[in-house]
């Protein structure tokens, strides 16, 4: 992966097109154990019957959980062939990208962004955590999950099975956490996972400014 001035607009085409091509094969994938872990600690710091929005929700897996726990669940993907893996498991779905969250101000209690925000280039994120605070409510909280490390960089990696190949945003922790505190959120939680495969995800809980 190299260093690129990239827009965000100019990703969303080519990453609707690898995610509508593969989207079965998501769909078929097991979560890692790991996944689930982080999934469950954000789980247990919303209130029953929550209201959630699932952005770049993929095939629907974590969002159906969501719902089987009794949350109030929203999903959007800018790809209709994730949205339709949404929909079959009864899971309200909408194609959508970040910049176009077509929801009224304040509508949800959390937001969950598991592996979507890292392909947003840097350049674009600010307006993206904008977009992301204005559906949530005053106090409300907001789960990131991406892959990151010493080195920040962006553009394809090596080996990605998709057509075309994604586009990648790597941070180091300093700058994500420099993102989300820039765009008026509180760090709840903050903490990496190193993975056997040798990445390092980072896992960031944050809460919306206004309670």
């Keep these: 992966m190299t260093r690129m001035s990239v827009r965000y607009d100019d990703v969303l085409g080519p990453l609707r097109t690898a995610y509508d091509a593969r989207a079965a094969w998501r769909d078929g994938l097991a979560k890692e154990p790991w996944k689930l872990v982080e999934r469950q600690a954000f789980r247990e710091r919303l209130a029953p019957g929550a209201r959630l929005l699932e952005i770049g929700a993929g095939s629907g897996q974590d969002s159906a959980w969501f719902q089987a726990e009794g949350l109030s669940v929203v999903a959007v993907d800018l790809s209709a062939a994730m ?23 304040g509508s949800f209690d959390a937001v969950y962004a598991l592996s ?12 993206v955590l904008a977009a992301v605070r204005a559906v949530l409510r005053p106090g409300g909280l907001l789960f990131v999950g991406v892959y990151g490390g010493d ?3 962006e553009g394809p990696i090596d080996g990605d099975e998709h057509v075309p190949p994604r586009f990648f945003s790597w941070r180091t922790d300093e700058q994500l956490l420099g993102f989300a505190t820039d765009a008026g959120f509180e760090v709840v939680d903050f903490h990496p996972v190193a993975l056997d495969d040798g990445h390092r995800f980072q896992s960031l809980t944050l809460r919306a400014p206004g309670r």
Aim: with cysteine; proline share 8%.
């Design 83 to 105: 949205v339709a893996h949404c929909r079959a498991k009864g899971v309200e779905a909408h194609v959508m990208d970040f910049l176009h969250l077509d929801f009224p101000a």
């Design 116 to 127: 979507c925000l890292l392909h947003v280039p840097n350049h674009d994120l600010p307006a």
């Design 151 to 153: 080195e920040s960089a």
